[in-house]
Nanobody, 119 residues
């Protein structure tokens, strides 16, 4: 079992940065893939980025990869999402998620943290 708690959201102006954190509890953190998703008002939840247990990363798009950086600290059981050059369209609830090895779907979810980018 993995429990996830996000933090770091807030209100920022366009062009600024935020760093989201996701603290995980449970003994299996080192073995799981961690990810970030987001859900904008009136839209479905979309994948943002993921980092494997070995540190490999993936992003939803090149545009996202150029502005967002996902990382993990296994010693702190924490995954981060550094978001730079934020745009109003990045406004969403951001969710942290974890996936057990060899599973296709995501097994654990946090409650989400609100990010609002003003123009």
């Amino acid at each position: 079992q993995v429990q996830l708690v996000e933090s770091g959201g807030g209100l920022v102006q366009a062009g600024n940065s935020l760093r989201l954190s996701c603290a995980a509890s449970g003994r299996t953190f080192r073995s799981v893939t961690m990810g970030w998703f987001r859900q904008a008002p009136g839209k479905g939840r979309e994948f943002v980025a993921a980092v494997t247990r070995n540190g490999g990363t993936s992003y939803s798009s090149n545009s996202m990869k150029g502005r967002f950086t996902i990382s993990r600290d296994n010693a702190q059981n924490t995954v981060y999402l550094q978001m730079n050059s934020l745009k109003p369209e990045d406004t969403a609830i951001y969710y942290c998620a974890a996936k057990e090895p060899y599973n296709v779907g995501w097994d654990y979810w946090g409650q989400g943290t609100q990010v609002t980018v003003s123009s």
